[in-house]
Nanobody, 121 residues
Framework: VQLVESGGGSVQAGGSLRLSCAAF????????MSWYRQSPGKEREFVAS???????IYADSVNGRFTISQDDAYKTVYLQMKNLNLEDTAMYYC????????????????WGPGTQVTVSS
């Protein structure tokens, strides 16, 4: 199973971006997934997560500004980011939290390569 993030870029403060993360896996697989981010010199931090029944969790720093969603196949997760500020500048990563399906769907500690988000004033 591989994860590939996309949608990052440069945006002015107050702007919006939409990130995507696709899990390349067998059609029988589905996943609960999360977004994390890491700024230079800082530890990687949790941003948001979603499970298959649609329940979501957000970090306090993004609650009300970011929205996590998933596709019907539970293989792609999105992060709609609005009202971005300078502190949101980071490399954004997605991660598989839990897998479902056949044994071929088994994954552990799988991360994507990340997509860079840069917010400027």
């Amino acid at each position: 199973v591989q994860l590939v993030e996309s949608g990052g870029g440069s945006v002015q403060a107050g702007g919006s971006l939409r990130l995507s993360c696709a899990a390349f896996a067998h059609s029988s697989c589905s996943f609960d997934m999360s977004w994390y981010r890491q700024s230079p010199g800082k530890e990687r931090e949790f941003v948001a997560s979603i499970v298959r029944d649609g329940r979501t969790i957000y970090a306090d720093s993004v609650n009300g500004r970011f929205t996590i969603s998933q596709d019907d196949a539970y293989k792609t997760v999105y992060l709609q980011m609005k009202n971005l500020n300078l502190e949101d500048t980071a490399m954004y990563y997605c991660r598989i939290d839990r897998w479902f399906g056949e044994l071929k769907c088994y994954v552990t500690n799988v991360w994507g390569p990340g997509t860079q988000v840069t917010v400027s004033s």
